[in-house]
């Protein structure tokens, strides 16, 4: 395994090869785009040239950050790829620290991952003293 990282790359089909292999299903390229286009910074793992992992950071820049679709294919889970792209997002946070102390970040955990991110610090909602998480199901 050959391990390379790419930032900020905004390959609209390696993004939705991953979401099919995460099991979240594509998006219409369209919509892919603009997400890439609005994320303020992503890490692209590799193994020589095949894309293995992916994670990005969205929000203000600058009171809110979210870490959002930490991405790694099955077959290389379990291999330190995951650890790697957290690290590199979280080198940017304490970047944006420096400037900001008070920054908030969040994450949206996948069923059952929770342990994973425990290991970075990231704490339930709950034991933060914030109250639930909640997303927005449905609007009549």
Request: aromatic share 14%; charged share 30%.
């Amino acid at each position: 395994m050959k391990i390379k990282i790419k930032e900020n790359n905004k390959n609209i089909k390696e993004f939705n090869y991953l979401y099919e292999a995460a099991g979240w299903g594509a998006y219409d390229e369209k919509i892919v785009k603009r997400a890439l286009d609005n994320t303020f910074y992503s890490v692209s793992v590799y193994d020589e040239d095949k894309i293995i992992g992916f994670g990005r950071l969205i929000g203000d820049t600058i009171c809110f950050m979210y870490i959002h679709d930490v991405m790694v294919l099955p077959e290389y889970q379990s291999k330190k790829i995951g650890t790697t792209i957290m690290n590199k997002l979280l080198e940017k946070v304490d970047k944006i620290k420096i400037e900001n102390p008070s920054l908030r970040v969040y994450l949206g955990a996948s069923k059952n991952k929770e342990k994973f991110y425990e290991k970075f610090g990231f704490v339930n909602r709950i034991e933060a003293d914030l109250g639930y998480g909640m997303i927005l199901k449905y609007r009549n």
